[in-house]
C-alpha cells in the first residue's frame, strides 16, 4: 500500500483568515443600558406588571447584556479560533468558547423577554447615528448595530 498523501500540506487556519464581529458593532453604554431598563420598565408598567419578580429579570436582563457585550469583545479580539501553546509546547488552535457562551446568553436574554411579555427593548439611536439609521430603514437593511 502507497501513502502518496505524504506530500499534501494541511492548510492550516489563521485568525486573519477567520472573520470577526465588525469593529461597526454598537458597544453598549451605562446610558444605553439605562435606556433599555426605562424602556423594559414602560412595557411592564402598561402590562401592569409590577413586583420584586419583574424588578429581578429585568437587573439580570441587563447583567446579561453585559455579560453579552464583553463576550462580543472576546470574540473581535482572539476571533472564533484562537491558537495557544499545548503542555507539549506544540501550537494548536482550539474553538473560542466565548462563541458558544454567547449563544446561550442570546437565548437566557430572548427568554427573559419572552417570560416578561414585552417586545425587545430598542435603544434609539445618537444624533450621529440618526442618519444612518434612517437611511438603513429607508432601504430595509437593517442589522445588529440598529438593534441591541
Do not use: C, H
Not at 8 to 20: M, R
Not at 36 to 62: H, M, P, R, T
Not at 111 to 139: E, M, R
Amino acid at each position: 500500500m502507497e501513502r502518496g498523501d505524504s506530500n499534501v500540506k494541511k492548510k492550516k487556519t489563521s485568525n486573519s483568515n477567520i472573520k470577526k464581529y465588525p469593529n461597526t458593532i454598537k458597544k453598549l453604554t451605562e446610558k444605553d443600558l439605562s435606556a433599555i431598563a426605562d424602556d423594559i420598565s414602560d412595557q411592564l408598567i402598561q402590562l401592569s406588571k409590577f413586583g420584586k419578580y419583574y424588578d429581578d429579570l429585568v437587573n439580570e436582563y441587563l447583567s446579561l447584556l453585559t455579560i453579552r457585550e464583553a463576550l462580543k469583545q472576546d470574540i473581535q479580539t482572539q476571533g472564533v479560533r484562537y491558537k495557544f501553546t499545548n503542555g507539549n509546547g506544540k501550537e494548536q488552535e482550539k474553538a473560542n468558547e466565548s462563541v458558544t457562551s454567547l449563544i446561550k446568553i442570546e437565548q437566557i436574554l430572548l427568554k427573559i423577554v419572552n417570560d416578561l411579555g414585552i417586545n425587545q427593548p430598542f435603544v434609539k439611536p445618537s444624533q450621529n447615528d440618526s442618519s444612518q439609521t434612517k437611511n438603513n430603514i429607508a432601504s430595509g437593511d437593517l442589522n445588529e448595530e440598529d438593534l441591541l
